[in-house]
């Protein structure tokens, strides 16, 4: 276990400077840059929540409308926008990452706590609503599923199998979200906890197994969480340069050749950045009189 140490008093000073033990960068950077990127993923969440229209892109559906529900003039970013925050906001990473940043709390126990009214832990409003976090592992268990299916239809291109590089993007942000989710602490007590012998019943074993597939993940949760934020923020923005025509999807789309011209050889046949409409049915010749 690291301990803080006290580094010699700069001459003129009363109080000792205490040295960060995790790390040889100042001990400012961490706390600043959980503040910058915190404030602006939250800044930029509520503008394409409250302010643009649903992203959406040929067979691309941004993580922050999906699932996608239409409810009269609520923006769809509200009903789903909702659990993901939640479950971020009580997630146990994030709460020492923004406790020790915006609140400034210490990162080690040999440093004093600033000067604050009496502690009272996560029992009072609106720290204790921090209990919510194993619920919300339930939504957002469920929206996981439904990005997975999101990212599958993302390589349909018009009936056609494709890999273009908003469904790579896609595919790459369902990793890294599924390695934030079931890396969770929830996740990892509903596994093994409140269990007193692990070998005592194949049940018990079982969640033995289970319980340390979760803890692989669980070890590295900080680095899952702020990559699983990140790659949500790309693949919206991704998603909404693809609207406004800033940005041209690069694809490869392969597809079975045409039942109307049989051939002797089954294969492939693929284009780079196919048009769409390359990828829309000839039209109907006429005859003529």
């Not at 194949?202 to 790659?231: G, I, K």
């Not at 490869?252 to 492939?268: A, N």
Request: aromatic share 16%; net charge positive; proline share 7%.
């Amino acid at each position: 276990m690291a301990v803080s140490e006290r580094a010699a008093p700069p001459a003129g000073s009363g109080r000792a400077r205490v040295r960060n033990p995790y790390s040889s960068l100042p001990s400012w950077l961490y706390p600043s840059f959980v503040v910058l990127a915190l404030t602006m993923f939250g800044v930029y969440t509520a503008w394409v929540v409250l302010f643009q229209p649903v992203a959406q892109s040929g067979s691309y559906l941004s993580p922050f409308d999906s699932p996608l529900i239409i409810a009269g003039g609520i923006p769809a970013g509200i009903l789903v926008v909702w659990a993901p925050l939640v479950f971020r906001g009580t997630c146990y990473y994030y709460r020492k990452a923004y406790f020790r940043s915006f609140f400034w709390h210490p990162r080690s126990c040999a440093v004093d706590e600033p000067k604050r009214g009496p502690y009272r832990g996560e029992t009072a409003f609106p720290w204790v609503l921090n209990n919510l976090h194993r619920f919300t592992f339930y939504v957002i268990f469920v929206q996981v599923l439904f990005l997975v299916f999101d990212a599958i239809i993302g390589f349909d291109f018009h009936g056609r199998f494709g890999i273009g590089f908003g469904s790579v993007l896609m595919a790459f942000n369902v990793v890294l979200l599924s390695g934030y989710t079931f890396g969770c602490h929830a996740l990892r007590h509903l596994a093994g906890g409140s269990l007193d012998c692990f070998s005592c019943s194949t049940v018990a074993r079982t969640r033995y197994q289970l319980w340390r597939c979760v803890t692989v993940l669980n070890v590295r949760h900080d680095r899952w969480a702020w990559a699983s934020l990140f790659s949500v923020w790309l693949t919206d923005l991704y998603i909404r340069l693809l609207m406004a025509g800033v940005r041209h999807d690069p694809r490869l789309i392969f597809c079975w050749p045409s039942i109307t011209r049989p051939s002797r050889r089954t294969s492939w046949c693929s284009a780079r950045a196919v048009p769409a409409c390359a990828l829309r049915s000839p039209r109907p010749r006429v005859a003529r009189a």
